[in-house]
């Protein structure tokens, strides 16, 4: 369906949930003097207005027009106003439902077989249930404003200690450092981005792991960022692999060689940040004479996602190796081929989930839509003496924000079993 038609008709039923969200606030206004009840009317409109204004605007205008960073808070405040106010209908229709069935019974009552007045004077709209809806509309959206100022660059560091069979005495104590999911596109503080890596490079790891998805789409996006993130570095070396969002696999592009071109620009990113970017391939670390094996695989998710990864090829010639490291975007990597075909592989560092950048961690509980989606969403999971982290992110992707799972920094120590 032509684009001319589609959009209008979503706008008009944008505007039909704005019409019946208002009874809320008219139902509230009632109760105060008349300068802030126009107010507030006023206000609802005002908002309202630019709201759609900027959905419009959006859709008929020349997005590219716009700088990047406006795009995607323009789009996510419509998608916030609009998820508030989905809260906000959820109560009305309940109100709207009570009040029909209201309705139905007194056609049986005596009141109604005598006469009476109008029904809408009747059966008002419950007070209580117009206030609840103010209330559950303001929580999505405080919550959602929050999760934009504050915590998308709410860095944590989280702190592990992996206890691996037979560590040889060289390699007890090793700290390894791990981001991942760094989205560089998405960024809109720079002076918030280097103050987590500075929390990184106060940790004084040993060696530095990054995981994948240093852009969204496009390589230009870390152009910005090569010199906050050249910071990363640490004796033993920085290793990262790639995601799924490096590939430029999710935009259109004029040909197959700009793709391509693309992608030898990401690589070329790598080794301007000083990153050993390990595609298919493992790199051995000699320590007091024991060999620690560091291996990286192309991206290589189950289900629908590319599987760019060939951990045969990145597996060979490690067998001398005391310890084998492996580097994986995509946690379904493990449950995949790791676990089922490589038992002597000690561990294995992903992201990829960012635990959705929603959820609520509290203690041993943890809970997040990613769940349902990834057996193995966020931190350590144990199979035998096999292990896998999964790091739950640097940056964000689509919602500039994250709720209740902030970014992450991650410290591994490893220590004999």
Same mark, same amino acid.
């Given at each position: 369906?032509?684009?001319?038609?589609?959009?209008? @008709?979503?706008?008009? &039923?944008?505007?039909? &949930?704005?019409?019946?969200?208002?009874? /809320?606030?008219? /139902?509230?206004?009632?109760?105060?003097?008349?300068?802030?009840?126009?107010?507030?009317?006023?206000?609802?409109?005002?908002?309202t207005g630019i709201v759609l204004a900027g959905y419009?605007?959006?859709?008929?205008?020349?997005?590219?027009?716009?700088?990047?960073?406006?795009?995607?808070?323009?789009?996510?405040? !419509?998608?916030?106003?609009?998820?508030?106010?989905?809260?906000?209908?959820?109560?009305?229709? @309940?109100?709207?439902?009570?009040?029909?069935?209201?309705?139905?019974?007194?056609?049986? %009552? #005596?009141?109604?077989?005598?006469?009476?007045?109008?029904?809408?004077?009747?059966?008002?709209? =419950?007070? +209580?249930?117009?206030?609840?809806?103010?209330?559950? *509309?303001?929580?999505?959206? /405080?919550?959602?404003?929050? *999760?934009?100022?504050?915590?998308?660059?709410?860095?944590?560091?989280?702190?592990? #200690?992996?206890?691996?069979?037979?560590?040889?005495?060289?390699?007890?104590?090793?700290? !390894?450092?791990?981001?991942?999911?760094?989205? %560089?596109?998405?960024?809109?503080?720079?002076?918030? @981005?280097?103050?987590? @890596?500075?929390?990184?490079?106060?940790?004084?790891?040993?060696?530095?792991?990054?995981t994948g998805d240093l852009v969204n789409s496009q390589?230009?996006?870390?152009?910005?960022?090569?010199?906050? +993130?050249?910071?990363?570095?640490?004796?033993?070396?920085? +290793?990262?692999?790639?995601?799924?969002?490096?590939y430029g696999d999710y935009r259109s592009w004029p040909?197959?060689?700009?793709?391509?071109?693309?992608?030898?620009?990401? !690589?070329?990113?790598?080794?301007?940040?000083?990153?050993?970017?390990?595609?298919?391939?493992?790199?051995?670390?000699? !320590?007091?004479?024991?060999?620690?094996?560091?291996?990286?695989?192309?991206?290589?998710?189950? *289900?629908?996602?590319?599987?760019?990864?060939?951990?045969?090829?990145?597996?060979?010639?490690?067998?001398?190796? %005391?310890?084998?490291?492996?580097? %994986?975007?995509?946690? =379904?990597?493990?449950?995949?081929?790791?676990?089922?075909?490589?038992?002597? &592989?000690?561990?294995?560092?992903?992201?990829?989930?960012?635990?959705?950048?929603?959820?609520?961690?509290?203690?041993? +509980?943890?809970?997040?839509?990613?769940?349902?989606?990834?057996?193995?969403?966020?931190?350590?999971?144990?199979?035998?003496?096999?292990?896998?982290?999964?790091?739950?992110?640097?940056?964000?992707?689509?919602?500039?924000?994250?709720?209740?799972?902030?970014?992450?920094?991650?410290?591994?120590?490893? #220590?004999?079993?």
């Amino acid at each position: 369906m032509n684009k001319i038609i589609i959009v209008p @008709v979503f706008g008009l &039923i944008l505007l039909l &949930i704005d019409l019946y969200v208002f009874q /809320v606030f008219r /139902v509230i206004g009632q109760e105060l003097p008349e300068f802030w009840r126009r107010t507030l009317y006023t206000g609802y409109w005002l908002v309202t207005g630019i709201v759609l204004a900027g959905y419009f605007t959006y859709h008929f205008l020349n997005p590219d027009m716009y700088p990047k960073i406006f795009r995607t808070f323009l789009m996510v405040g !419509i998608f916030i106003h609009y998820f508030a106010k989905t809260f906000m209908v959820i109560f009305l229709m @309940v109100d709207d439902v009570i009040r029909a069935g209201q309705w139905i019974v007194s056609l049986f %009552s #005596k009141q109604e077989a005598a006469g009476s007045t109008d029904m809408a004077n009747r059966i008002p709209r =419950s007070e +209580f249930l117009m206030k609840t809806a103010l209330i559950a *509309g303001t929580i999505p959206l /405080v919550g959602m404003t929050y *999760g934009i100022i504050s915590g998308a660059h709410d860095y944590r560091i989280r702190r592990k #200690k992996i206890r691996i069979s037979k560590l040889p005495a060289a390699l007890d104590g090793i700290r !390894i450092g791990q981001i991942s999911d760094i989205h %560089s596109g998405s960024f809109f503080n720079r002076t918030a @981005v280097r103050g987590g @890596v500075e929390m990184l490079m106060k940790e004084k790891p040993d060696i530095i792991f990054f995981t994948g998805d240093l852009v969204n789409s496009q390589s230009d996006e870390v152009k910005n960022y090569i010199h906050i +993130f050249d910071k990363v570095k640490a004796p033993l070396g920085v +290793f990262s692999t790639t995601g799924n969002h490096d590939y430029g696999d999710y935009r259109s592009w004029p040909s197959v060689e700009a793709k391509q071109e693309n992608f030898r620009d990401l !690589i070329r990113a790598h080794k301007l940040l000083g990153w050993k970017l390990l595609m298919n391939e493992n790199r051995m670390l000699e !320590i007091d004479g024991e060999k620690m094996a560091i291996i990286g695989v192309e991206n290589w998710g189950a *289900g629908r996602f590319s599987k760019y990864g060939d951990l045969d090829k990145a597996y060979s010639r490690t067998g001398e190796a %005391s310890v084998k490291l492996l580097l %994986s975007h995509d946690p =379904s990597h493990w449950d995949a081929q790791v676990r089922q075909k490589y038992p002597d &592989i000690n561990m294995m560092l992903a992201g990829h989930t960012h635990g959705f950048q929603f959820g609520v961690e509290w203690g041993d +509980f943890r809970w997040s839509p990613s769940q349902y989606i990834y057996k193995q969403w966020a931190g350590l999971y144990q199979n035998g003496e096999q292990y896998l982290y999964v790091n739950r992110g640097y940056g964000y992707l689509g919602y500039p924000g994250r709720i209740g799972i902030p970014p992450e920094i991650t410290i591994i120590e490893l #220590k004999a079993a």
